[in-house]
Structures are given as C-alpha cells and as structure tokens.
C-alpha cells in the first residue's frame, strides 16, 4: 500500500489522501507506523552520470554523449528485452531503461557498474576515471 503524508511546519506528518487516512484511522495509540521513505536522486548524480557520457564521448572516436547514455545501459544491464517475431523468426531486442526509476542508491549502484565499464573500455583505473569526471 502506498500513502502520501505530508510534513507539517511544526515537523509531525499529516495524512494527505486517503490510504494514508486509513493506516492512521486503523492505527491504536501508540502504535508505531513505519514507512519506506525512497532515497530520491540528487541533481549532483544526474550532472554526474552526464559528465561520465562527455568524457567517454570525448575519449571514444565517433560516439556522441547520447549514444554513451544508452551503450552503458545495455552494457551493465539496465534495459528490457523484446522478442518480436517476424517471418517466421524471432528477432531478440535490447532497449535501454529510464533511470528516472532510480532512487539514490539504486542510481549509485548503475554509477558504480557503469564507471567500470568506462575504465574498461578506455583501458583506465577506475579511481582516475572518478577524478576526471568530479573535474568535468
């Protein structure tokens, strides 16, 4: 179940719709609540990922930075796969995923996979490709 509350100006949460109405209708007194509170992606991580793009792009001949956004999806594995059939065959597809559906933390681990991947394909510590791409 998923329930919206909202924070109030003195710090107490306050229901906000009404699943949330109902845990706390249902609720006895003094009984504990808990929630699952995501970790949301900061934009420091998203300028961060895009620097890793740049500095690929720029050190790989004849990518472009959008191109190096969907070749680490598929290379560490965050993409779906299609089967589609076709005359008679079928045809397997791969699709990068949104990281949109990332919290922070689900985000650090794609950034961590995906350093690795870079490094490797550049032939370059993973530690220096970190300090080039805070530098970017």
């Known amino acids: 179940m998923t329930c919206r509350f909202t924070k109030h100006p003195e710090g107490f949460l306050v229901p906000a719709d009404d699943e949330a109405i109902k845990v706390c209708?249902?609720?006895?007194?003094?009984?504990?609540?808990?929630?699952?509170?995501?970790?949301?992606?900061?934009?420091?991580?998203?300028?961060?990922?895009?620097a890793l793009c740049q500095l690929a792009a720029d050190n790989m001949d004849g990518t472009t930075p959008s191109e190096m956004k969907?070749?680490?999806?598929?290379?560490?594995?965050?993409?779906?796969?299609?089967h589609i059939p076709f005359?008679?065959?079928?045809?397997?597809?791969?699709?990068?995923?949104?990281l949109t559906e990332l919290d922070a933390d689900g985000f650090n681990d794609f950034m961590d996979r995906a350093l690795d991947y870079i490094s490797n394909e550049l032939g370059v510590d993973t530690s220096i490709l970190r300090q080039e791409v805070e530098a970017a």
């Open 25 to 50: 209708g249902k609720a006895r007194a003094g009984e504990t609540i808990y929630l699952n509170y995501p970790s949301q992606r900061s934009m420091r991580q998203n300028r961060y990922f895009h």
């Open 87 to 98: 005359g008679g065959q079928v045809f397997e597809r791969k699709t990068p995923l949104s």
């Open 70 to 82: 969907d070749a680490i999806k598929l290379a560490v594995g965050h993409s779906r796969t299609t």
